[in-house]
């Protein structure tokens, strides 16, 4: 059964290369450091990011986590913005584990100006707690891919610095933002003492994410990455899927971007489907259906009649994701699928 499934890239599946690779991986157990392709895919990494070290681990959620948690001590503050993915969609992890408040504020499609970072720095008072950390997620997922203007990013880093605050990056989809802006990672990285990025979605491998900081950061989150359960032994299988996919599906994102253009611009036809393709900077498509005569979970249960899979995200809106298991072709009939259900 053929699906046209955009609930998100990480349903991508390993291709029979990327598996060859895997199954080829020379391994060992890396609890004990002995896993050479990993030990190797975190130099490649460290390097690429211009980081002194690198860690791989199991999610996007455990890297943030390990991050948040290496950055702070209990009792901490940390800014994030009010939809991003370490508020909305990690589990409160950093309340619960970490024992971390975190003070989400409002973003314009995720993006934060540094004057409203200035007004929630925590003044040095006994009443307050510290603010310790400054969370970005670039691109936005909930801001519908959208892309954190470098300006925003090196004003807010330079604010950080004057005030000792450290900065993490959630790149889960960084490599979006690189490729539509042509900005390197490097680039990105330099102006954050941390960032992750996720093999598991655009990049089409089937697990894994890797977080990259100074050698002392990356010592601690290895120390919190054990504490979660998250060492594993044999991940040189992984690490190969993750380094196959560093070396063939970074430039393709842009096909991704095009598709989801293209897939905005014919859902904005639909009735009661409301979406400015212009808005559409990566490969998310964030579509305000209140207008429609459908709930969001009518409009979804709609589509899977028909194998489309999309999936609600708000109480009215519902989101479209592409990624290199779909193509254009796919699109176009989407979009005509769409026309037949709703008009
Ligand atoms: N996002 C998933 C869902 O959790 C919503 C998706 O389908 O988009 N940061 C960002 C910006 C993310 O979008 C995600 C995953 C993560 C972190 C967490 O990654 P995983 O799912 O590997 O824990």
């Known amino acids: 059964m053929k699906y046209f499934d955009f609930r998100s890239d990480t349903v991508t599946v390993p291709s029979i290369e990327m598996r060859k690779a895997m199954a080829d991986a020379e391994v060992g157990d890396d609890v004990f450091g002995d896993d050479p392709t990993m030990n190797a ?11 002194e070290a690198a860690l791989f681990v199991a999610s996007g959620t455990m890297a943030n986590v390990c991050a948040i948690m290496a950055h702070t001590r209990p009792g901490d503050e940390v800014i994030v913005e009010r939809e991003g993915h370490t508020f909305v969609y ?111 979605k655009g990049l089409g491998a089937p697990i894994g994410s890797i977080i990259a900081g100074s050698r002392e950061f990356i010592r601690r989150a290895h120390r919190i990455r054990k504490m979660l359960g998250g060492g594993m032994r044999q991940v040189g299988i992984l690490a190969a899927a993750a380094n196959y996919s560093l070396d063939h599906n970074i430039e393709r994102l842009a096909d991704d971007h095009v598709n989801a253009k293209r897939l905005a611009f014919g859902l904005a036809q639909i009735k009661g489907f409301t979406i400015d393709p212009n808005t559409v900077d990566t490969n998310i498509v964030v579509i305000d259906v209140s207008a429609s005569q459908y709930s969001v979970s009518e409009i979804v249960s709609k589509f899977k009649e028909q ?37």
């Open 41 to 51: 895919l975190q130099e490649r990494v460290a390097k690429m990011t211009g980081k």
């Open 90 to 200: 990690e589990v409160a992890a950093p309340a619960v584990l970490g024992g971390i408040q975190l003070n989400p504020l409002p973003g314009d499609h995720g993006i934060l100006e540094v004057g409203q970072i200035e007004q929630a720095i925590r003044p040095d008072d006994v009443h307050q707690p510290p603010t310790r950390l400054i969370v970005l997620e670039n691109t936005h997922n909930r801001g519908g891919g959208k892309i954190y203007p470098f300006d925003n990013i090196q004003a807010i880093a330079e604010f950080a610095r004057g005030k000792n605050i450290n900065m993490h990056l959630d790149g889960a989809r960084l490599f979006n933002a690189s490729v539509a802006t042509g900005i390197p990672i490097k680039d990105y990285a330099s102006q954050f003492d941390s960032i992750m990025f996720c093999f598991s």
């Open 307 to 343: 194998n489309v899979l999309v999936v609600p995200f708000g109480r009215t809106f519902i989101r479209a994701v592409t990624h290199l298991n779909v193509s254009t072709d796919d699109v176009d009939q989407t979009i005509r699928i769409a026309r037949q259900i709703f008009g």
